[in-house]
């Protein structure tokens, strides 16, 4: 099956940085998803980006399909912005895949 | 209101207990799905059900029983759980489900269960 890997694993910033997210799949995709996990849980869909570029305020998707990589990109960060991103993908008829995350941790 | 919704949030249950988790979606979508959320270990998808009906069940212990009386809600009865079970579940919905996540997934809040 497609594999997913998300870097860095981790990522320590101060409030007010930018950040760039980045995750590499092994395989052509149908279907490509950014998700924030809040500290609660719950999962939040940020991008749906099969390919091509997306911007929701101070967040920022870019999916190069046929590099097979897609980046996101956070900027002015805030506390609020802490948690797990998550990028998972579809290919094919495979269920979709999720990487193991990037946690990402802001200081006031 | 979010567009999935999940009870409980919380359940904590002996291993010989009978309970149930409930997911609604109000997204008017036709797929919906369960998934399973260990400490340090990727989602792990276990059931999906698509117009109804169970498409895909990766392999999942039959303590876990599924139903899904209707495209918006689904269920996840759970019996003679083990402690391993302990995690969080997490339901979604996407506008149809084959493959698997097909669209646009959206998740619940989850529901965290502890097996004692």
């Known amino acids: 099956g497609i594999q997913v890997e998300q870097s860095p694993p981790d990522l320590i910033l101060q409030e007010g940085a930018n950040s760039t997210l980045r995750c590499n799949f092994s395989?052509?995709?149908?279907?490509l998803q950014w998700f924030h996990q809040n500290p609660w849980g719950q999962l939040i869909n940020l991008f749906y980006?099969?390919?091509g570029t997306k911007q929701n305020g101070r967040l920022s998707a870019t999916t190069v399909a046929t590099e097979r990589y897609s980046l996101l990109y956070i900027s002015s960060s805030q506390t609020t912005d802490s948690g797990v991103y998550f990028c998972?993908?579809?290919?094919?008829?495979?269920?979709?895949?999720f990487g193991t995350g990037t946690r990402l941790t802001i200081i006031p | 209101e979010t567009g999935v919704t999940q009870t409980p949030r919380h359940l904590v249950m002996g291993m010989t207990n009978k309970k149930s988790l409930k997911c609604e979606q109000h997204?008017?979508?036709?797929?919906m799905y369960w998934y399973k959320q260990s400490a340090k270990k990727p989602l792990e998808l276990m059931f999906v059900?698509?117009?109804?009906?169970?498409?895909e069940n990766n392999s999942v212990p039959s303590r876990f029983s599924p139903e899904c009386p209707n495209s918006s809600h689904l269920f996840l009865h759970l019996h003679t759980l083990q402690p391993e079970d302990s995690a969080l579940y997490l339901c979604?919905?996407?506008?149809?489900?084959?493959?698997?996540?097909?669209?646009?997934?959206?998740f619940g809040e989850g529901s965290r269960l502890t097996v004692l």
């Open positions: 979604a919905s996407s506008p149809r489900g084959t493959p698997p996540g097909t669209g646009e997934l959206f």
């Open positions: 395989d052509s995709v149908n279907n």
């Open positions: 980006i099969p390919s």
């Open positions: 998972a993908v579809t290919a094919g008829n495979e269920k979709l895949t």
């Open positions: 997204l008017g979508h036709n797929a």
């Open positions: 059900y698509n117009f109804k009906e169970q498409t």
